[in-house]
């Protein structure tokens, strides 16, 4: 495991908060270990950093006491959703209370007339989806794991919808946020646009627990659309796959998912979920619009497949057909751990932009394959995002470092191509050398805010800025 | 008009920095009264605060210098785009330095596969557009002024096409600004999406001048729709064209504009543009896509709009017959002007969720008649905005009076909706007290975010934020 550096323990502080915390929650908070563990664990090879209690609430006026107590104390509050991050969100590197939304699963008032729907942070985004699918409703945002939309919000999500439906940041109206003082406060009101001062709501999104506690999302949703088509097609190379993405996106198709799975990917895919794919680039896409409009969408988008030598053309509308295809999509996490079992899967994630897709892809398979690293790759290619799977022997301090190496070199290519270390993953602790190469001055006005919002620095500390000192 | 109050003039200061800047910029500073007092003009029923003096930058190098000088002296910098903002935006309330960006107007780079271009923030959306016309490409957001690019991020603009492509908030991939303290930061790379840190871009985008100085604007493009149809229809009543908005968006069509005109608007555009509509409720409707596709959904509308009561339907795909039609539009304020020949035209700007509409539209459209006002309703009500343009004898303290309760009471109104004071036009001097009412507590944190950007309150001061002290 990568070692996570730990900053300095209020002990003091921290004994007292558990002590005011524990007369005030009772059973609502727990200090044993495994709890705790489990808490300062996320998919990554980051160590685990335990928070010192976990705390359960059950209302917004639950979290603002928490946060009270912490800021009387001067202790580190950390939100927790589901634990599927990836850089070390949810690690207690100055221990503290960890704040487990997952009890506030209400789903409060859904607004269909005005399509849009107002949830607690625990709620998961397959739970809302079960629960609207009646209204013929639906939430895009789908980052693959069924995250809390706390989570999702804390961490401005994305995933395979995102070329068509936006991130995070484009589906969510309104928050209500405790802010480090455990003052409550509403970024916005429901109506569809405003310019009501500063966008708190933006600014919320993506700040990973470090400027306010999300109790209360108001999200956009969406039509389920009159018809759906799904479409596969393969390639001979990466490069003619990313050439076909970049026309497709230029022609305008209000394409709803575009994903590349490469070469080691598609033979992942195969094995794990029993398909007889070719084993080239393959590309998945999926249309939704009117009967007429996704046909015609998925015949324009052949044609142009056919220029780049799409070959192995498949549409569809079958739902059937189609879930079989996104399973093995989302399946693609367990199906690429299985080339190597044991190995620890390391998530990439870049996003360039789409005119340095194939180049950036390209050169990314020729470093694995220099590196000798395993590393398949699947993306969001429509926005010009993938990732790099890294597959780690752990017990290889050789490979461990090549790996580094590796991750390494692919955020400072991204960056040098006018793209980001990371297109919907996030900073938290891993990406925070990469966030000052990727925007420099611009940090230090991060900074600031974060001093003014949160002046003791007590909410997710260590996060997405450099430590002080 | 009414009286804007005037804030502390730091007389020392603005002397010694007009001193330096006159040596740095000869005759790029202008210090005529004449010049002054246009820069302190917009349209708006606010009274002018002129600044000291008005800078011509060329170049984010001379946007720095003025910014560091007026901070070494405490002087305040106001930017200024075309001067159409409609709340007092450039007012010089404590006097110093405007800096008119229209000499920096030069767009940068056009990246047609990536959709997206690099402007100064002098271009204006017309100069854009003509521009992007030959690659095939255009930039959607019409505010109807042609206003500077800069202003529209500034302001947070959006406009008639908003319901499709969003505002100036989704549609800025990135921005260079001038800080405070004169340091120029990049809040964001080129690639289409980011979870990199706080969303400097967006904190940005609506912040009118107050925490930074936009010098360079990354902008998403579209490519120019296959097709384009539009299409007008009458309605007997307000609520039933509402009713009819609040369908076609459920439904789900891609609409690309919907706006209304109330009887009023139509009988002004009627006669002021030579047209021979139905003097009733008219909504006006574009619709992109494919030949196939704008078809589709325009015959959607129509029986949308058939359960509705709507009438005399006409829908073409002729762009001389379609620009006929939104030039009408976009003479509305011209149009409404005409109505009452002397009068100053005060523009409301409200916001609802959409299911809010019918019900405020009406309220509304009552409360002028009972108060005996002449305010002629027009509106992107597909995103449930709408503006109703007051036209006040200047001369009648009376009915000025009258025209500060229908404001007051409609401002009012839409925050009790759930609502916006503010769908576009952004907060200014003049709805700083609404912007208290629409978000009470959360006010304090962007005080406190202004505070740490621009500790010595010199950028646009007196805006957005309530006065200190």
Redesign the interface.
Known sequence: MVQATALPRNEAGIEAAIGVLRQQFGDQMQTGQAIREQHGHTTTWITNQAPDAVVFPTSTAEVADIVKTCAEYGVPVIPFGTGTSLEGHVNAPAGGICVDMMRMDQILAV??????VVVQPGVTREQLNTFLRDQGLFFPIDPGANASLGGMAA????GTN?VRY??M??NVLALEVV?ADG??????????????????T??M???EGT?GLITEITLRL??I??AIRSARCSFRTVDDACRAV?MT????I?IARMELLDEMSVAAANSYSKLSLPETPLLLLEFH??D??VL?QSETFAAIADEFGGFDIEATSSAEERNKLWQARHDMYWACMQIRPGAKGIST?V?????KLAECVGATQQKAEDLGLVAPIVGHVG???FHSLVLVDMENAEERQKADEFISWLNDL??SL??????????GQG?RP??QK?????????A??????DPDDILNPGK??ADKG
């Open positions: 607004h269909a007339e005005d399509l849009d961490t401005r999500a994305s995102a936006g991130t940041k484009d802010m003052e409550v406060i509403r970024t916005a009101q429901r109506a569809k646009k405003s310019s009501a001062g500063y966008d708190l933006r600014l999104v993506g700040s400027l969406q039509g659309p009159e970049m996106i230029q022609y305008g209000p619009g009117s007429a409009g015609e994630d996003c360039v932009p789409i005119s926005d010009g995002n991204a960056i006018d793209g980001t270390c990371t297109g919907e993953h996030g900073i990406k990469y966030l990727e925007l420099g001055a611009a940090t230090r006005y991060m600031a805010i974060k001093a003014a919002l997405i800025l």
